[in-house]
Structures are given as C-alpha cells and as structure tokens.
T-cell receptor, first 111, second 114 residues
Framework: KNEVEQSPQNLTAQEGEFITINCSYS?????LHWLQQHPGGGIVSLFM???GKKKHGRLIATINIQEKHSSLHITASHPRDSAVYIC?????????????FGEGTQLTVNP | KAGVTQTPRYLIKTRGQQVTLSCSPI?????VSWYQQTPGQGLQFLFE???????NKGNFPGRFSGRQFSNSRSEMNVSTLELGDSALYLC?????????????FGPGTRLTVT
C-alpha cells in the first residue's frame, strides 16, 4: 500500500463542472502539497496546507488531519485546468523538504 | 526573482555512460531537492542538499549522487547508465514557510538512455 493514494486516477469533466480529487495518506505529516503538472513536465505548486482550508481563485484545498485525508476542488472547471494533479506529503519526522507523492490524477476538461 | 533553472533540458545517452545534470535554485534558497519521474514509478525523491550538505537521501542505488556548491547550485550525477534511468529529472528549490517547505520546481531534464 502506497503511503499516499489519490483518487480517481483519471477524470473527465465538461466545462463548468465542479471537480473533486481526493488524497489519503498513511503517515503522520507536517504539510500536504497539491501540485499541478502540465504536458511537457513543468510542476507548479498550488497549495501547501497543514490544517483547514485554503482557496485560490477557483481552486479550494481542504485537509482533515484526524482522517488523514485531503481534497482538491475546482469550481467552474475550464479546459485550461486539464493537467495532472499530484498530492504530496512531507513526513512529520523528516528534517528537510523531502516529499512523498501520490500517483497523480489526470484531469481532462472538455469544452 | 528568476525561477529554478535546469540544464540541459534534454539529453540522450547510451547505456554505460554517465551523465551530469545541473540545477540553479531561486536566489536565496539554500535547499535543493532532486526527483525522478517515470511512467511506472511516478515521482520519487532522490536526495536533498542544504548548505552544501546532503540532508536526505531516497532509496536509489549508489550510481546516483549529487552535490551542492557554495552558491547553492546543485548537480546530480548518474554513472553507468541503465535503460531504466530514462526519466524526467526535476529539481526543486525550497524555502521554509512553516509548517513545511514551499517548493519551486524547475522545468526538468528529460534523459533518454538507449
């Protein structure tokens, strides 16, 4: 069993739909990251959170530390949101910036 | 501030050769991490350097090594290349933003081993 698991692996939506991607982890963490990777490889950090909820534009990330679960929501999805979304955690025992990653969710938003 | 840069962006090598990849972090960042991304294994942590010292190391064979210079630029080296080393190699520089490190990824170096 992977330390970080995401669901679904693939997601296809129509423009305007509300999207949720889930992440569950099995270790104690100090922070959880949501990353976005477009074709070509570049990775952009969307959120880093350790509790509660964060919002940036149409993106919302939540985390429940007790349940070891986080969700990434995209409201009013758009074709430009098509990308791979990756959940990553920083182990609470580590002294550095080392991350452990989920397998990613491939999101396709059709016009 | 300029972003994280990686050179070269693309590389083709033959089995048995060695390769050196370079990463220049965001100015002021002292931590640089390296990651390998393959279709089969996803993203995996290679190692992290902080102020010229290796702070963390992932579960990779000794053929994978790295170093960091006094200006925080980092290099990673892979010796005796194998076909399975074909991957996208990403580096990230980070800054402490409690409770974690905000990470900024470079564009990656795509290595193909033939």
């Amino acid at each position: 069993k992977n330390e970080v698991e995401q669901s679904p692996q693939n997601l296809t939506a129509q423009e305007g739909e509300f999207i949720t991607i889930n992440c569950s982890y099995s270790v104690g963490i100090s922070a959880l990251h949501w990353l976005q990777q477009h074709p070509g490889g570049g990775i952009v950090s969307l959120f880093m959170l350790s509790s509660g909820k964060k919002k940036h534009g149409r993106l919302i990330a939540t985390i429940n530390i007790q349940e070891k679960h986080s969700s990434l929501h995209i409201t009013a999805s758009h074709p430009r949101d098509s990308a791979v979304y990756i959940c990553a955690v920083r182990d609470g025992e580590t002294s550095g910036s080392r991350l452990t990653f989920g397998e990613g969710t491939q999101l396709t938003v059709n016009p | 501030k300029a972003g994280v840069t990686q050179t070269p962006r693309y590389l083709i090598k033959t089995r048995g050769q060695q390769v050196t990849l370079s990463c220049s972090p965001i100015s002021g960042h002292r931590s640089v991490s390296w990651y390998q991304q393959t279709p089969g294994q996803g993203l995996q942590f290679l190692f992290e350097y902080f102020s010229e010292t290796q702070r963390n190391k992932g579960n990779f064979p000794g053929r994978f090594s790295g170093r960091q210079f006094s200006n925080s630029r980092s290099e990673m080296n892979v010796s005796t290349l194998e076909l399975g080393d074909s991957a996208l190699y990403l580096c990230a520089s980070s800054s402490w933003t409690g409770p974690g490190f905000e990470q900024y990824f470079g564009p990656g170096t795509r290595l193909t081993v033939t």
